[in-house]
């Protein structure tokens, strides 16, 4: 192409990607051309270059509104890496740090600055906007600004002041998931004016969808094989409370898989590590409520499994939607229950507008229908966003015929602890090769043993860095490395995802680490696992402690700790101490059970005193599952 300037060599140089994704390039060239654009493009599309390609050429600066703190700092990071200069400014900057960014973006210093939309209605900002070279705002999560939307934002409303305050400059607006009516919404919030629209299609086909109603006894070993299937690949499980997050970390350590719980209601130090072991690789599978995922940007993650019904279609295709941002396969699987209503009910009973209740309660129909639904999965999200596409069937999705074996013959009776047997190999870290997870055909295989080589230099450079692993290289660069070994920074730069700043940073020691490899260097072993949470359980019981001091000392919550306990007796390695339990409460529990059985713990729970607890009853329970077992065995 003979027209200035040339993007395809832009992108090489600092992306080092070959070519553009598709509608990207088109983005670029409106933005170029100073005229308002809205992008609609899935998670994973590659929106992100669609603002800052345009803003390394113009020699401006783009400014960047985003809801997401985690985000702006880790895109902030990116650039820096790829030598674009970027910087962010929030909340969580000290005041002199602050002012140094605003002074310097006032210079022109910076291609892209991130705001959020607080920051930009705080007093002075424009004032301070008026000063800085800006060439144009983009708008991140557009949808945000949006009532009809599924995460309306009040403060996104403050947006519609850019256009009045900068008349000349053009706004861009980027969204991965807007109706309809949310977009059109977005273009007269923003007062856009005759805006190039690009809708890239929401069929992601990577993406396979898996949906499965369960029942409460069964879903946890469902997670359990579908977990199998990822071993050594990055995983999100998502719980819709608290209290489930624990439960399923728990048993997931039980069977053997390493898992790590993120929440609202963790100490902030807990999660924020948490969250970095999962990003740094060095955790595979992260349990989270629905706060965990927001800005995180993982490109290599193989499966987001739902343990609930989200609240709306929008929703489960965002959450679901963080895996496979590198286009490579990956499965979203929705392992539900019928009493998830329950709880969405509760949810939407609580609103007290009005009409927002309405909507909330259509956008649990329709998630509903979803998940009931016999037709193809990809088909039914294109057309709840308003697209028809012209296929029938996305042979992909679990009503297409792709549904996966581990759903079938679940066994009913679970007994937690049994299921350590089938646990995993204690590396439960290995490289992406099973599965459908696959590389192209052809392709030759990758050498496990350097890939875990290269990881473990790339984890040590993260660390020195004080940035996630992927932002030093993307799991697919890794992969690419190791097929190809180049041999020198001629071959190095030839590897997708290395741009020239990256060459000439890490080349001499990715150089070095695959020559290291060569003459003998191999990853150091990891260290040891953590004993299971029952383990630990038990030794601190020996110890004489109680159930809220091992609540604090293992970072759980009460129930959570109950839970554990009832499953060491229930499997015979405990015995019931009568101090666990309220006062005179086992025989009331005891005779209750005799009437109503023990299969479901709140019809016990209606046959007793108040005072007597779910975990006076759990324990009860527990101890009663126990010895009829040891009955019938001897009967
Ligand atoms: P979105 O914001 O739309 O979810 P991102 O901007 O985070 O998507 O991009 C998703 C991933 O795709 C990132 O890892 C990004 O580096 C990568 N990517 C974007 N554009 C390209 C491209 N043209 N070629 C290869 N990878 C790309
Ligand atoms: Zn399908």
New binding site residues.
């Given amino acids: 192409m003979s027209d200035a300037p040339n993007l395809a060599a832009v992108?090489r140089r600092y992306?080092g990607?070959h070519?553009?994704?598709p509608k990207?390039e088109n983005v670029i060239r409106s933005l170029l051309a100073a005229r308002d654009t809205c992008v609609v493009?899935?998670?994973?599309?590659?929106?992100?270059?669609c603002y800052q390609l345009p803003a390394v050429i113009s020699g401006k600066t783009a400014v960047v509104v985003s809801p997401l703190i985690a985000l702006m700092q880790d895109q902030a990071a990116q650039l820096a890496q790829m030598g674009i200069p970027a910087a962010a400014i929030n909340s969580m900057q000290s005041s002199a740090e602050r002012r140094a960014v605003m002074e310097k973006a006032a210079r022109g210093e910076y291609r892209l600055l991130y705001l959020s939309p607080e920051r930009l209605a705080a007093e002075n900002t424009f004032e301070w906007l008026s000063k800085v070279p800006v060439g144009f705002f983009a708008v991140d999560e557009a949808h945000c600004i949006s009532e009809w939307g599924h995460e309306f934002r009040p403060d996104y409303r403050q947006l519609s002041r850019l256009r009045t305050q900068f008349p000349a400059l053009p706004i861009a607006a980027f969204t991965?998931s807007a109706t309809r009516q949310v977009r059109h919404d977005i273009l007269k919030q923003l007062q856009m004016r005759k805006p190039d629209c690009y809708i890239a299609s929401f069929h992601r086909e990577n993406l396979r969808y898996v949906v499965h109603e369960c029942e409460a006894r069964t879903q946890m070993e469902l997670l359990g094989r579908a977990l199998r299937q990822y071993a050594g690949e990055s995983v999100i499980v998502y719980s819709p409370t608290i209290r489930r997050v624990e439960e399923t970390v728990e048993f997931l350590e039980e069977s053997g898989i390493a898992a790590v719980p993120y929440h609202a209601k963790m100490e902030a130090a807990m999660r924020r590590q948490n969250q970095e072991r999962w990003m740094s690789d060095e955790a595979r599978v992260l349990v989270g409520t629905i706060a965990f995922g927001l800005g995180i940007?993982k490109?290599a993650v193989r499966a987001v499994i739902h343990l609930s019904l989200p609240k709306s279609i929008e929703q489960y295709y965002q959450e679901a939607g963080r895996a496979g941002?590198?286009?490579r396969p990956a499965d979203c699987v929705l392992l539900w229950q019928k009493r998830d209503h329950v709880l969405l009910d509760y949810f939407i009973h609580q609103i007290s507008d009005d009409a927002e209740r309405e909507r909330s309660s259509e956008r649990k129909r329709v998630i509903s229908r979803f998940a009931d639904s016999h037709g193809c999965r990809q088909r039914a999200i294109c057309l709840h966003f308003g697209e028809t596409p012209k296929w029938e069937k996305c042979g992909g999705c679990d009503n297409c015929g792709a549904r996966p074996e581990w759903v079938s013959n679940v066994s009913v009776e679970v007994p937690l602890v049994a299921a350590r047997e089938t646990s995993f190999p204690s590396t439960y870290r290995s490289l992406p090769k099973s599965g459908h997870a696959r590389m192209p055909a052809g392709a030759p295989e990758a050498d496990p043993a350097l890939a875990e080589y290269l990881r473990e230099w790339r984890r040590n450079m993260a660390r020195e860095n004080k940035v996630p692993a992927y932002i030093i290289l993307?799991d697919s660069t890794l992969e690419e490395l190791c097929r190809r070994k180049p041999a020198n920074l001629g071959q190095l730069k030839q590897v997708?995802g290395i741009g020239e700043k990256k060459a000439d940073v890490y080349g001499a020691e990715i150089l070095q680490a695959l020559r290291n490899f060569g003459e003998g260097a191999r990853a150091a072993p990891t260290v040891a696992k953590e004993p299971a949470p029952a383990e630990q359980t038990l030794r601190l019981l020996r110890e004489g402690r109680s159930f809220e001091e091992i609540g604090r000392l293992r970072a759980r919550q009460v129930s959570t700790v109950v839970s554990t306990v009832a499953n060491l007796i229930e499997s015979g390695r405990l015995k019931l101490d009568p101090k666990w339990i309220s006062p005179d409460a086992q025989p009331l529990i005891e005779a209750a059970c005799l009437e109503k059985g023990v299969e479901r713990l709140r019809d016990i729970k209606e046959a007793v005193p108040p005072y007597v607890s779910f975990e006076d009853i759990k324990l009860v329970v527990a101890h009663l599952r126990a010895e009829n077992r040891v009955r019938a065995k001897t009967a």
Avoid: I, V
């Avoid at 493009?41 to 270059?49: A, C, I």
């Fill in positions: 992108l992306w990607y070519e553009f994704r990207q493009m899935p998670t994973g599309g590659g929106k992100s270059l991965a940007n490109p941002r590198d286009g993307h997708p």
